[in-house]
């Protein structure tokens, strides 16, 4: 059974700091890569962070440094924590699963390698 829920979104003013839990079924844990992807009102969703079986991680340049991906393989569960958020950093999130390539988590297409998705968790900075 193939199943995603995110939780953890909220409101914050810039420079503070959210994190976003992903709850998976075990099926879906097992994806060879998860991802967390972002959809901001008018735009095209665009990939954040992604994560391999191993380990391996990649992030979009805009959150590099300050988001970091990370999965609780014991409570099949996927992390995105986000740190000196900015407003440009309002949008939904979401969490994904089944993609093929860490590599490409940039690329305007990069939803498109992914299966599985949550129905999303809103995160809406202030200035």
């Known amino acids: 059974q193939v199943q995603l829920v995110e939780s953890g979104g909220g409101s914050v003013q810039a420079g503070g700091s959210l994190r976003l839990s992903c709850a998976a079924s075990?099926?879906?844990?097992?994806?060879?890569?998860m991802g967390w992807f972002r959809q901001a009102p008018g735009k095209e969703r665009e990939g954040v962070a992604a994560?391999?079986?191993?380990?391996?991680?990649s992030y979009a340049d805009s959150v590099k440094g300050r988001f970091t991906i990370s999965k609780d393989n014991a409570k099949n569960t996927l992390y995105l924590q986000m740190n000196s958020l900015k407003p440009e950093d309002t949008a939904m999130y979401y969490c994904?699963?089944?993609?093929?390539?860490?590599?490409?988590?940039?690329?305007?297409?990069?939803?498109?390698?992914?299966?599985?998705w949550g129905q999303g968790t809103q995160v809406t900075v202030s200035s």
């Open positions: 994904a699963a089944d993609g093929r390539s860490i590599a490409t988590i940039s690329a305007p297409s990069a939803q498109y390698e992914y299966n599985y």
């Open positions: 075990e099926y879906t844990y097992r994806s060879y890569c």
């Open positions: 994560i391999d079986r191993d380990g391996s991680t």
